[in-house]
């Protein structure tokens, strides 16, 4: 089946610690997104790609950081410059070019104490 | 960035019932699609549209893509309580490539059994 996956479903990590969260798809699909999601809030862009060794920043990439390096793969590093990084994080892919639909993994909640 | 204007914000509503929901915005768009998240998962693509005027059906769902292109709608007949969830609306720009969809802040469903 051909999907997005993104794991751990919850990962917990002390103030301080960096931490990555995995973001794979088999779609081959070009692009990739992450997205930031707080409780009862909408979706902010974090960063995304359109090709492998390309990145944009999106709405707050501030304190996060991407690499492209396999077209399959776009992990994001949250790193201890983030001041508030306790959320659900969301991948997505969609093709680049043709047709615009956007599919979601099922998402990372991180809890930083 | 840009926003969608998506409203309402909530809605409880009555099992049975049908439900109206919609997105807008100055800017025109040439894709629009929508979206249901449940809690603790990932948005999941229930229709796309690519044309002006268009109107797709998904079972009791249906959505319009408004003749301005500045706007789309989405209709629930007779809900049921696993339509519980929040609608997200999300457009692509005219004429900015592929670039990042826009998102709608949501419309959070409450349906009474």
């Known amino acids: 089946d051909g999907g997005i996956t993104q794991s751990p479903k919850y990962l917990f990590r002390k103030e301080g610690q960096n931490v990555t969260l995995s973001c794979e798809q088999n779609l081959n699909h070009d692009a990739m997104y992450w997205y930031r999601q707080d409780p009862g809030q909408g979706l902010r862009l974090i960063y995304y790609s359109q090709i492998v060794n390309d990145f944009q920043k999106g709405d707050i990439a501030e304190g996060y950081s991407v690499s492209r390096e396999k077209k399959e793969s776009f992990p994001l590093t949250v790193t201890s410059a983030q001041k508030n990084p306790t959320a659900f994080y969301l991948c997505?892919?969609?093709?680049?070019?043709?047709?615009?639909?956007?599919?979601f993994g099922p998402g990372t909640r991180l809890t930083v104490t | 960035g840009q926003q969608l204007n998506q409203s309402p914000q909530s809605m409880f509503i009555q099992e049975g019932e049908d439900v109206s929901m919609n997105c807008t915005s100055s800017?025109?768009?040439?894709?629009w699609l929508w979206y249901k998240q449940e809690p603790g998962e990932g948005p999941v693509l229930l229709i796309a549209l690519y044309k002006a005027g268009e109107l797709t059906s998904n079972g009791r769902l249906t959505a319009q893509f408004g003749i301005t292109r500045k706007d789309s709608f989405l209709n629930i007949s007779a809900s049921i309580p696993s339509d519980v969830g929040i609608y997200f609306c999300a457009g692509q720009l005219t004429g900015t490539g592929n670039t990042p969809l826009v998102f709608g802040k949501g419309t959070r469903l409450s349906v009474i059994a």
């Open positions: 800017s025109i768009f040439n894709t």
């Open positions: 997505a892919s969609r093709e680049r070019g043709g047709s615009l639909e956007q599919y």
